[in-house]
Nanobody, 124 residues
Framework: VQLQASGGGLVQAGGSLRLSCAAS????????MGWFRQSPGKEREFVAASIWSGGSTLYSDSVKGRFTISRDNAKNTVYLQMNSLKPEDTAVYYC??????????????????WGPGTQVTVSS
């Protein structure tokens, strides 16, 4: 599976951005797609996941109610709509694909394919 994220950029606090992650390759074998982020000096953290079976979603507490993950199966694309952005949302955002759920959908260890990341900068 190859992943390519796009849609990052610079936005003022309170603004919105939509990230996209296009998947190619053996996408039929995926169990979930997720978004993670990493700020300078911090470890990469879970943001959101879209789970194939049942169509459920999962969010971190820090973005719940502000971010929405969705997918377009026909386009093999997952989106992350980010509203009410805060300066602390500034990070490199990575999309990832999971083949199983061994460690839970919020764990990086569950995801075995990663995109190169896209920078999101929120100014105050």
């Amino acid at each position: 599976v190859q992943l390519q994220a796009s849609g990052g950029g610079l936005v003022q606090a309170g603004g919105s951005l939509r990230l996209s992650c296009a998947a190619s390759g053996r996408t039929f074998s995926r169990s979930a797609m997720g978004w993670f982020r990493q700020s300078p000096g911090k470890e990469r953290e879970f943001v959101a996941a879209s789970i194939w079976s049942g169509g459920s979603t999962l969010y971190s507490d820090s973005v719940k109610g502000r971010f929405t993950i969705s997918r377009d199966n026909a386009k093999n694309t997952v989106y992350l709509q980010m509203n009410s952005l805060k300066p602390e949302d500034t990070a490199v955002y990575y999309c990832a694909a999971a083949g199983g759920v061994l460690f839970g959908y919020s764990s990086q260890r569950t995801y075995d394919h990663w995109g190169p990341g896209t920078q999101v900068t929120v100014s105050s």
